[in-house]
């Protein structure tokens, strides 16, 4: 081949130069000379350098490869046919326009469903806002639910998900089935009640989508969270709640009150009750303290009573009777009355002065 290139050139030059020389001896004009290439390259390496450029050409333009990232997965397709298997991260060939390669996500997205949608989240970030999901409550009125789901394309089963739901399989299964189970769940109750029983209806919710995501064929996707995030309920609802929480608090108040008039009355009454039984403690203490003076004088009497003798009676008569012995050299004119028997007290009577009162000794 680069043979016969080499000889067509050579031909083409020995033309060029019979031409030259005709012209230059008809016309004898200057013609402008082409500048000589030379394209003899010494026979099999201008082939090997033709080919590799070919081949080089056709690699850019055909780009028989494909990288797939970490977080991703790679869905070959053959003749529009898809592989079992997914592709995973690294360098991977294929043949061109024969096979070609789809790149899916596997990281974890999230899906927001919110009453007012703000720009800045994008399905490009992995974070996405739809709209929240409208129910009607047990009586009919209109009730919206914002919640926020975490999920992740399977990695195990990608090839079977994009084959089965294309790769449009969150608007196919993430949105109807949030949607579904919301709205059977949240229908079972009274606007007035969702918010009270905002834990149950949550696990509800949670358990509900979790039962079904996973009931689909090959489980394609894997759920990571389902949260729970407002009630937006109607303003007449909302109005009525609040009245009714605002007489819950009145009631709450009053009883309050009541309570703390009844811990009042009954702290008055121990106090009552306390200083009447210190008053009855102390009488009861004056009274036992009389009773046992008397029991002890009563017994003191009785020993003495006891311990008395006739002999011991007539000495005690015999001390008197020596007083008032003493007291007749004093005062002569005073008269004694003994009593009968000699017993005492015995009654004196002064004669020197007659207001002088009686006494008497024990």
Not at 215 to 227: A, H, K, T, Y
Request: glycine share 6%; no cysteine.
């Amino acid at each position: 081949m680069a043979s016969d290139m080499n000889d067509y050139f050579n031909k083409k030059k020995s033309e060029n130069n019979d031409s030259k020389k005709s012209s230059g001896s008809n016309g004898g004009g200057n013609i402008p000379q082409m500048p000589k290439m030379d394209f003899n390259f010494g026979g099999g390496k201008a082939a090997i350098v033709y080919f590799l450029i070919v081949v080089v050409v056709m690699f850019i333009i055909a780009k028989p490869f494909t990288i797939i990232q970490e977080g991703e997965r790679g869905i070959l397709s053959t003749n529009g046919k898809y592989s079992d298997q997914a592709l995973l991260p690294g360098l991977h060939f294929l043949i061109p326009m024969i096979q070609k390669v789809y790149v899916v996500d596997t990281k974890v997205r999230i899906v927001n469903y919110v009453s007012r949608i703000e720009a800045g989240g994008g399905a490009a970030e992995g974070v996405m806002a739809k709209p929240a999901v409208t129910v009607l409550d047990k009586r009919g009125l209109p009730v919206s639910i914002e919640l926020t789901v975490q999920y992740r394309l399977d990695a195990r089963f990608a090839a079977q998900t994009i084959s089965n739901w294309g790769f449009s399989w969150e608007e196919k299964i993430i949105n109807p089935v949030v949607r579904d189970i919301v709205r059977n769940v949240v229908g079972k109750y009274d606007a007035e009640s969702l918010p009270q029983m905002r834990n149950a209806i949550a696990a509800e919710i949670d358990k509900g989508i979790r039962a079904k995501v996973e009931s689909l064929e090959n489980r394609p996707v894997d759920l990571q969270s389902i949260q729970l995030r407002e009630i937006v309920l109607p303003t007449k609802v909302k109005e009525q709640i609040e009245q009714v929480q605002i007489a819950k608090q009145q009631v709450q108040r009053a009883e309050q009150e009541v309570q703390r008039a009844e811990q009042e009355a009954l702290r008055r009454a121990a106090e009552a009750r306390g200083v009447a039984e210190k008053a009855r403690i102390e009488a009861q203490g004056v009274a036992d303290a009389v009773t046992i003076e008397a029991e002890a004088k009563a017994k003191a009497n009785q020993l003495i009573a006891k311990s008395l003798t006739q002999k011991l009676l007539e000495l005690e008569q015999m001390k008197v009777q020596s007083k008032f012995n003493e007291a007749l050299e004093v005062n002569k004119d005073a008269k004694i009355f003994l009593t009968p028997g000699g017993a005492t007290p015995n009654i004196w009577v002064d004669m020197k002065d007659p207001q002088r009162k009686i006494s008497t000794q024990n």
